[in-house]
């Protein structure tokens, strides 16, 4: 299998049509290999959440082609679809959105007993991932008792959990302070050089962005290198 874990190719993304139709992606094409953190910087409104959502089978694109791991995806059913999202994508938003009712362990643990894994080894993989961001000793806690950084650090693990081939984050630290910020990002950049996933990092820290391995942005609908 290739290093590439996600390619697309000349993609077209629009939404409306006739006279209000809006192209968001025109032509637009990005490689992002095994263990390579690729950070997407743009304005508000150019697209990012919609070239995260194509690249995450979340959205499928009016042209071009979206490969996971070397598998294209477009003609796929929606069946297939959900299938490949869940054992090969893992997603980090901006809010949290863990389950409050259950603990962090559990939480981490979730996904991977829908994909049919024994709760004990969904439990010894939470841990490990949990020791791995620095949040284990927050096993037991609920979300609301943990910190914001915390919380996204949990998060970070459960996108984490079923061994993903792709990692997407859209504005992962956009709620934290500055020093919070880093130590997820951190943990983030960590996480993906140790499990060797593709990761697309959408953020407007340009600070953070500058440590990925490389910068990109998206000028009429293409994605181009970004001069930050």
Do not use: W
């Not at 459960?158 to 130590?183: C, F």
């Amino acid at each position: 299998m290739s290093d590439v874990f996600l390619r697309l190719i000349e993609v077209h993304r629009h939404y409306g049509e006739a006279e209000k139709r809006l192209d968001v992606l025109i032509s637009a094409s990005l490689e992002v290999k095994s263990g390579e953190m690729v950070a997407l910087v743009a304005p508000s409104g150019a697209g990012k959440s919609t070239l995260l959502h194509v690249s995450g089978l979340l959205e499928r694109p009016q042209g071009g082609e979206v490969e996971i791991c070397g598998e294209a995806t477009t003609s796929l059913s929606d069946r297939s679809r959900t299938q490949m999202r869940r054992e090969r994508v893992g997603y980090v938003y901006q809010f949290h959105h863990l389950l409050p009712e259950f603990s962090a362990l559990e939480n981490i643990s979730i996904p991977q007993l829908i994909a049919g894994v024994s709760r004990s080894r969904a439990e010894a993989r939470a841990m490990e991932l949990m020791d791995v961001l620095g949040v284990s000793p927050r096993a037991d806690h609920r979300p609301a008792e943990l910190s914001g950084g915390e919380q996204q650090r949990v998060a970070i693990a459960r996108a984490a959990a079923n061994s993903p081939q792709v990692i997407l984050a859209d504005e992962p630290t956009g709620n934290l302070d500055p020093a919070t910020s880093e130590k997820v990002f951190d943990a983030l950049s960590d996480l993906i050089a140790t499990h060797g996933s593709a990761a697309l990092i959408a953020t407007h820290n340009h600070d953070l962005a500058r440590r990925a391995n490389r910068v990109v942005t998206i000028k009429a609908g293409r994605i181009v290198p970004a001069d930050i």
